[in-house]
């Protein structure tokens, strides 16, 4: 259903407004460079800091555009399972293939807590993406409730940031082998199909997108030795965009290949000339500047 890599797709920004131009382009880009999917308004696509409408206008604009080329798992997630279920609502009402819901946040449910939640989202209809990134929300979903979860006709899989590879195996016990493990942390995402994942949701694939469409179509082949040489090409990218928040690296990244502005919304601001240095030698390392 859904599988390989997948960009947590940047909102692009002009003088304060959603740059809707240049996300059909980046849709396109992104489909044209290999991408096996979309992934829009996650964090990634600065969700905390869009309205309620500009995250429903985002969604609507990247289905329509994507026009069933490739899959796309629309951001849905709330702390609040009203908010988090007109979300998933609206992605499965606009034609969305599935829904990323991010463990509930700051409130910090038990995980009694994130059953009921979840089990209320499961109702809509539509395939939802278990989002754990304990880094994050300060919560983490254990293996044994995704466990329970994953009994659950609509709950089919995990996009996992917690960076613990070992997770992989322990959620196949729990969840099952059928169950869609993807990778949130770029610089596993390698390790994390070799141990049963079926691809990632990245930051680095908005900059990079034919790169790691080739390294996961590497090992699903078995051809670990050829993703490894990929890794390597892109393990600097990984880091240079994380050396501030995601959503910094790529936008900044993306307006160094003239792909949308660097602008982004406060509280996040700007790379820093450090940053910026950092993030065009890793992009010259991976051959993605002259």
């Known amino acids: 259903m859904f599988k390989g890599s997948m960009p947590a797709l940047v909102t692009p920004l002009k003088n304060g407004e959603v740059d809707f131009d240049a996300l059909d382009a980046l849709v396109d880009w992104q489909i044209e460079e290999g991408s096996h999917g979309l992934v829009p308004v996650g964090t990634t ?115 996992d940031a917690t960076g613990d590879l070992a997770r992989v195996s322990a959620q196949r016990i729990t969840c099952g082998k059928d169950f869609i493990q993807l990778s949130g942390e770029d610089a596993t995402a390698h390790g994390f199909n070799a141990q049963g994942g079926v691809g990632c949701i990245s930051v680095t694939c908005n900059v990079a997108p034919r790169l790691l469409s080739q390294l996961h179509e590497a090992t699903f082949a078995g051809d670990y030795a050829t ?40 509280p996040i601001t700007p790379a820093t000339e450090g940053t910026r240095t950092r993030i065009a030698e890793a992009m010259r390392h991976a051959g993605l500047l002259n």
């Open 45 to 159: 696509g600065e969700s905390p800091t869009l309205t309620h409408a500009e995250h429903e206008a985002v969604i609507k604009a990247v289905v329509k555009r994507a026009a069933g080329r490739v899959k796309v798992i629309a951001g849905a997630g709330s702390n609040n399972t009203a908010e988090a279920l007109r979300f998933v609502q609206f992605a499965r009402d606009v034609g969305a293939d599935g829904a990323l819901v991010v463990t509930p946040y700051y409130n910090k449910p038990t995980q009694a807590g994130l059953i009921a939640h979840y089990t209320a989202l499961n109702e809509v209809g539509i395939p939802i993406i278990i989002y754990n990134i304990p880094g994050r929300s300060v919560v983490d979903m254990t293996p044994a409730t995704m466990g329970e979860l994953a009994k659950l006709p609509n709950i089919v899989g995990v996009k």
């Open 227 to 266: 993703a490894l040489d990929i890794q390597d090409r892109l393990m600097p990218l990984h880091q240079a965009i994380f050396a501030e928040p995601g959503v910094v690296g790529a936008k900044t990244a993306l307006a160094m290949l003239g792909k949308c502005s660097d602008e982004v919304r406060l």
